[in-house]
Structure formats: C-alpha cells, structure tokens
C-alpha cells in the first residue's frame, strides 16, 4: 500500500462530483483508493496489474499538484508518458524570491508558462512551491531545462529560444498539420 498527500484545496477535484473522479482512477489504474478528506492522506492499494497500480500514486500527486483529472490520467495512456515535480522553492532564498520566481515561470499573463506547453508538448502547472510536468521523457526534460534556466536567471528571449530549438527537434519529420 502506498500513501499519498493531498493538498486540502485539491481533494474535492481528486474526489470528483459524486465521487467520479475516485471511481475513474480506480478503473483505469486498478487501485483503491482511501481518501481522507481531514487529513488530504490517500492510501493506494493495488487491485490488479501491478504496472498500472505503480502509476497510480503520480496521477493522485498530479491532481494534488494541480492537474486535470483527464491530464493526470493521460499517464496510463503510454508507459513512456511521465510525471515530475520541479521544486521551485530549493531555487530561491524567502518568500519574496519564490514569488519573484514563480512570476517568472508564469510569465506576464501567463504566457511563458503556455509557450513552456506549445513548444515541448508537455503538460505544465505551477502550484505552491512546485512547478509540475507531464510528458514524453524528451519534453518533460525541455521543461526542466528551460525552468531551470529561468531559475537561474536566464533572460526570457534566451529561455524561449531555446525552446523553439527544441521544439523544431520535437517536431522535425513529423507532419505536425491537422488531417480533416
């Protein structure tokens, strides 16, 4: 059994309207879930294929951090597709230099944030003290570095250029125009 924490202002999405979201995660991931709405702790339990079961406790994070339902479930769509955390707060010295920080990962009306999403493919959301990815393995690491490099300091151009670069690497020899 594993064990999960849940933010308190996330549990109502982890449970779903009539407990939907519960029961769906359930189906998909072959888990049970255990959820304690006080204390925002959920306890996992395998139920059937262990491989979905492992994932289980990534999309119930996921959601806690701020994803979709469908988005933090999109992880059992393809065994490469990934979650991870990217602590903001180990980047900064207080309070004031995390939000300075997060403002630059968002960007001005959230636009950096977007473009992070446009040009890897990724999933990204910025919560609390996190910033969170969901993707294939080669996006959710464009995430990271271009994250890490605002972080860093990097200015925004440097920083989005970079992801055009990778962007261009993504796409390269795939006809990325909509068939209709």
Do not use: C, W
Request: charged share 30%; glycine share 12%.
């Amino acid at each position: 059994m594993k064990h999960v924490k849940v933010p308190q202002d996330r549990i109502g999405v982890l449970i779903g309207e009539g407990g939907e979201t519960m029961r769906e995660i359930e189906r998909q991931a072959e888990v049970r879930l255990d959820i304690d709405s006080e204390t925002g702790s959920v306890a996992i339990d395998d139920v059937g294929d262990p491989v979905r079961g492992m994932l289980a406790p990534d999309i119930v994070r996921a959601i806690g951090r701020g994803f979709t339902p469908t988005v933090a479930l999109s992880i059992l769509d393809d065994e490469m597709r990934t979650f991870e955390l990217i602590d903001i707060d180990a980047h900064t010295r207080n309070k004031n230099d995390l939000q300075r920080q997060k403002g630059r990962l968002i960007g001005e009306n959230g636009r950096t944030r977007e473009l992070m999403e446009e040009l890897t493919g990724a999933e990204v959301v910025i919560k609390g003290t996190t910033l969170g990815v969901i993707g294939q393995p080669e996006e959710v690491e464009a995430v990271r570095r271009a994250t890490g490099m605002l972080l860093d300091g990097a200015p925004h151009g440097t920083v989005y250029a970079y992801l055009e670069r990778k962007h261009n690497e993504l796409t390269r020899g795939f006809n990325v125009q909509q068939s209709g």
